[in-house]
């Protein structure tokens, strides 16, 4: 079936370091989004890409989504303690087609 | 006013209990939907409305019954659940019809089942 993966399952970084989380998904995506999730908290939307090869930024934030339609990433650059939280992407496969999510990326900051 | 609300934050029920949870939104959002979070886990996807109607039923369980009462209100009727529904339930709206857009989440239903 359809599926979202994401990697790493989980990733511990010293505060001020870089992260970066990827997700793959096993069909073309006609748009990928990322919510993120706070401990105890909901998810919250990101960002969506739409187009092939598309990157956005947000402050520390960049977001990439591949050039195939089928892979993204999302980079923070110089952590902080704010960043803490579940990263999601999450796409459908067609336009009208529901979002299936990724398992998720915990970042947990070291300070 | 961007919010989706969820009502109760907490709920605890025995297994022979009815109960129901509730979603609002203001924002004239056109679909609604309930996802199930369990601990550590991703949203899974249970039901959605698009215009008023259930378009999506992910094979979810008759204990669990959804109903939109208008466009800005989504229940979620509970009936002889399991222990192992315990878990988050989240309300989320987008803005048009179609489910592949961006979704807003309310704060969610802790549910605890006895």
């Known amino acids: 079936g359809q599926q979202v993966m994401q990697i790493p399952q989980y990733q511990h970084v010293q505060e001020g370091e870089d992260f970066t989380t990827y997700c793959n998904s096993s069909?073309?995506?006609?748009?990928i989004q990322w919510y993120k999730q706070r401990p105890g908290g909901h998810p919250v939307f990101l960002i969506q890409l739409v187009k092939s090869g598309e990157v956005k930024k947000q402050k520390r934030l960049t977001f990439q989504f591949g050039e195939a339609k089928k892979n993204s990433s999302l980079h923070i650059t110089a952590t902080q303690t704010t960043d803490v939280g579940t990263y999601f992407c999450a796409g459908p496969m067609n336009r009208d087609d529901k979002i299936i999510f990724g398992k998720g990326t915990r970042l947990h900051i070291l300070p | 006013d961007t919010e989706v609300t969820q009502t109760p934050k907490h709920l605890v029920m025995g297994m022979t209990n009815k109960k129901s949870l509730k979603c609002e939104q203001h924002?004239?959002?056109?679909?609604m939907y309930w996802y199930k979070q369990k601990a550590k886990k991703p949203p899974e996807l249970m039901f959605v409305?698009?215009?008023?109607?259930?378009?999506i039923n992910e094979s979810v369980p008759s204990r669990f019954s959804p109903e939109c009462p208008n466009s800005s209100l989504l229940n979620l009727h509970l009936h002889a659940l399991q222990p192992e529904d315990s878990a988050l339930y989240l309300c989320?709206?987008?803005?048009?019809?179609?489910?592949?857009?961006?979704?807003?989440f309310g704060s969610g239903t802790q549910l605890s089942v006895l």
């Open positions: 924002m004239g959002h056109r679909a």
């Open positions: 989320a709206s987008s803005q048009g019809g179609g489910v592949a857009e961006k979704l807003f």
């Open positions: 069909t073309t995506l006609s748009n």
């Open positions: 409305y698009s215009y008023e109607k259930l378009s």
